[in-house]
Nanobody, 126 residues
Framework: QVQLVESGGGLVQAGGSLRLSCAASGRTFSRNAMAWFRRAPGKEREFVAAITWSGGITAYAHSVKGRFTISRDDPKNTVYLQMNSLKPEDTAVYYC???????????????????WGQGTQVTVSS
């Protein structure tokens, strides 16, 4: 059974940092794109960041570019999201996602991802 388990969320003051982790089990995703999405209260789920299977290409939503960094450790089957200079508008449930097929690219569309974690809450206070 494939599982993605996020951790690292919590409450932080504006300007602070958090590092989210997503540990995969049940299969390896070393040849698959992985991504982070988030859903804020009353809003739809939105793309945050993605990384290709090689880690050679990363992509970010405009709202987080320059503040967030996505990375992966394939031997550990884990993807990370380092979040710096956090703002109250970053408050959301953050979800890890993985594509089921091999792809040399990535997608910003949630429907392209086959596996999802349960989410971890990030709350940024002003």
């Amino acid at each position: 059974q494939v599982q993605l388990v996020e951790s690292g969320g919590g409450l932080v003051q504006a300007g602070g940092s958090l590092r989210l982790s997503c540990a995969a089990s049940g299969r390896t995703f070393s040849r698959n794109a992985m991504a982070w999405f988030r859903r804020a209260p009353g809003k739809e789920r939105e793309f945050v960041a993605a990384i290709t299977w090689s880690g050679g290409i990363t992509a970010y939503a405009h709202s987080v570019k320059g503040r967030f960094t996505i990375s992966r450790d394939d031997p550990k089957n884990t993807v990370y999201l380092q979040m710096n200079s956090l703002k109250p508008e970053d408050t959301a449930v953050y979800y890890c996602a993985a594509e089921g097929k091999y792809s040399g690219s990535y997608s910003v569309i949630s429907g392209e991802y086959d596996y999802w974690g349960q989410g971890t809450q990030v709350t940024v206070s002003s």
